[in-house]
């Protein structure tokens, strides 16, 4: 017995001329035959064919509504061969299409047709090979939009779909909004992405070009190519290992925490803003550079490469928040800063929220690290009037100091910082560079 198959046509981009005579003879010709929907310029060929707009009304979402016309599909597919049209091309965002091919107890042939990309670029005069065209969906996840090349985003049906597109397209300015591709109507408009809410007749053949955009994907790549580049043709680069980069990793880091000071306060006014922001940025650099160099060290050796690094972060921030992208209910930083503990705890098999820390940190930042953890499991610290009174102890018994004396006078210092959200670390550290520019200024210099 044969089995039940399905094949799939495509009604083109637009009106009838992009219809193909073969997807047309096999619509006119098949005992069973339906359209996706009616609303396509090329479904009007076909007056008697049913479709499945009425549920459309009806479906929770688009993803219960392809389920169901697939099943409906398959049901009819087992009492007679069914031919199924769609708009555009068949393997262009057809979300139905994918769901058939998947289907193990159906035979599928889908047979290619003219897609709204082929139209678009037409439109555009723009070949998709030179200018790296990438095909995007629009209604289609939630994330930024991007290449690597030009971008053509397709499903973008109404002013709110363009407005959520417009959302997604980080660091863009200007898009083409291309509207009946191909056709007599055709329409094609530059435009801001600040705009594209005001697009009221945007329908389902509207389309959106964005061409290509510096984004941190193409910079990153780009270093990465360096990276590699400098491996082979530089001898120190060469010569370089994981313990040979630990020292410049370590030195790299705290001239970013330097830098990001600077800029902090220049943010708030203190300081030169245009300078302190570009020192950020070079010192911000230094430090991936530094991470791109150990992925490159372990790409070689087959280990791990910086894609796998981005990876790794982001299953663990995504399994650390289920807060955010999962049913748990957090209402306060420290209910989720103690939730996160303990999903670490369990992720990494460890016996203590303590495994794992690097004991070499500077004393002040171990000890804010540790409360953290103390909390987390539910060990009392010092409350801050407790905390306070012990340092005002420590301090009247200055007169005879001892090492409980001092041990009382720091863990108050570190307690009440911790308590205040104040990073006393960076304090002492200011102090050191405000003795500096005194010391320099006593010299005759300027500050550094």
Not at 184 to 190: A, E, G, L, Y
Not at 236 to 251: A, G, I, P
């Amino acid at each position: 017995m044969a089995r039940p198959r399905v094949t799939v046509v495509g009604l083109g981009p637009g009106d009838e001329r992009y219809l193909t005579r073969g997807a047309e003879r096999l619509l006119r010709d098949a005992p069973v035959a339906r359209l996706r929907t009616a609303r396509h310029p090329a479904a009007d060929e076909f007056p008697d064919i049913p479709t499945y707009d009425e549920w459309y009304e009806s479906a929770t979402s688009f993803d219960d509504l392809y389920l169901r016309v697939v099943d409906d599909l398959a049901r009819l597919a087992a009492a007679s061969p069914v031919v199924y049209a769609v708009p555009g091309s068949p393997l262009v965002a057809e979300r139905t299409v994918e769901l058939l091919l998947a289907r193990s107890d159906l035979d599928v042939d889908v047979i290619p047709a003219v897609s709204t990309v082929d139209v678009v670029c037409a439109a555009l005069e723009i070949d998709p090979m030179a200018v790296s065209l990438t095909v995007c969906d629009a209604v289609s996840g939630d994330g930024s939009l991007y290449g690597p090349g030009a971008l053509l985003i397709l499903q973008t049906y109404s002013p709110e779909v363009l407005a959520l597109v417009a959302d997604r397209l980080v660091g863009v300015e200007n898009v083409c909004v291309v509207r009946h591709a191909g056709m007599t109507d055709q329409s094609i408009r530059w435009m801001s992405v600040r705009d594209l809410h005001r697009v009221a007749d945007a329908d389902h053949l509207t389309s959106l070009y964005v061409p290509a955009s510096r984004h941190a994907g193409v910079a990153v790549t780009e270093l990465v190519d360096l990276m590699r580049r400098l491996r082979v043709a530089c001898a120190w680069d060469r010569d370089q290992t994981h313990d040979s980069l630990v020292r410049h990793l370590l030195e790299e880091t705290y001239e970013v925490i330097d830098a990001v000071t600077r800029y902090a306060r220049a943010w708030e006014g203190d300081g030169d803003l245009t300078l302190a922001r570009r020192d950020a940025e070079e010192e911000l650099g230094d430090l991936l550079f530094q991470i791109v160099f150990h992925a490159e060290l372990g790409s070689e050796a087959e280990s791990f490469t910086l894609a796998s690094i981005a990876d790794s972060v982001h299953r663990k921030l995504v399994d650390r928040h289920p807060h955010v992208f999962g049913d748990v209910t957090v209402t306060t930083a420290t209910d989720a800063e103690s939730r996160w503990e303990q999903l670490k705890k369990s992720e990494k098999r460890r016996d203590s929220v303590t495994d794992g820390i690097a004991w070499e940190l500077p004393g002040f930042v171990l000890h804010a690290k540790l409360l953290r953890k103390a909390a987390s499991v539910g060990v009392t610290s010092l409350e801050p009037t407790e905390a306070l009174a012990r340092l005002r102890r420590a301090i009247d018994d200055l007169e005879t100091p001892s090492e409980a004396t001092w041990t009382d006078l720091v863990e108050g210092v570190s307690t009440l910082a911790k308590a205040a959200n104040i990073d006393v670390e960076g304090i002492a550290r200011s102090l050191a560079l405000a003795l500096r520019d005194e010391i320099r200024a006593r010299e005759g210099l300027s500050s550094s």
